[in-house]
């Protein structure tokens, strides 16, 4: 699986920015997409997940400002960012997990980095006040 996430982007405080990735070589037609991202000194935090079936999850932190979403005829997943705040500003890196979704009572997908086994180069988001 290979994952490329193009270079560094800004926004203006307030703003939306939607951060692309290309995907290509998933081994299976069942696995997890993710959307992380890791500020300077901060360990690397799991943001949103898509499953194969489109099902969605988000950390707290972004509910309600972060969509994330797939287009499978483009091979491509997206996160949709809005109201971003400086605080936003940090790497975002795309992932796949081919193992996911995982099932307990409900599928779901993990949040956290080391379920995830390919991961894109990262991006530079920085939001300016």
């Known amino acids: 699986v290979q994952l490329v996430v193009p270079g560094g982007r800004s926004a203006q405080s307030g703003g939306p920015l939607r951060l692309s990735c290309p995907a290509s070589?998933?081994?299976?037609?069942?696995?997890?997409l993710g959307w992380f991202r890791q500020a300077p000194g901060k360990e690397r935090a799991g943001l949103a997940s898509?499953?194969?079936?489109?099902?969605?999850g988000y950390a707290d932190s972004v509910k309600g400002r972060f969509t994330i979403s797939q287009d499978n005829a483009k091979n491509t997943m997206y996160l949709q960012m809005n109201a971003l705040q400086p605080e936003d500003t940090a790497m975002y890196y795309c992932a796949a997990d081919p193992e996911g979704p995982y099932y307990s009572g409900d599928y779901y997908c993990l949040h956290t980095p080391l379920g995830y086994n390919y991961w894109g180069q990262g991006t530079q988001v920085t939001v300016s006040s």
């Open positions: 070589g998933y081994p299976s037609s069942s696995y997890c």
């Open positions: 898509i499953d194969s079936d489109g099902s969605t």
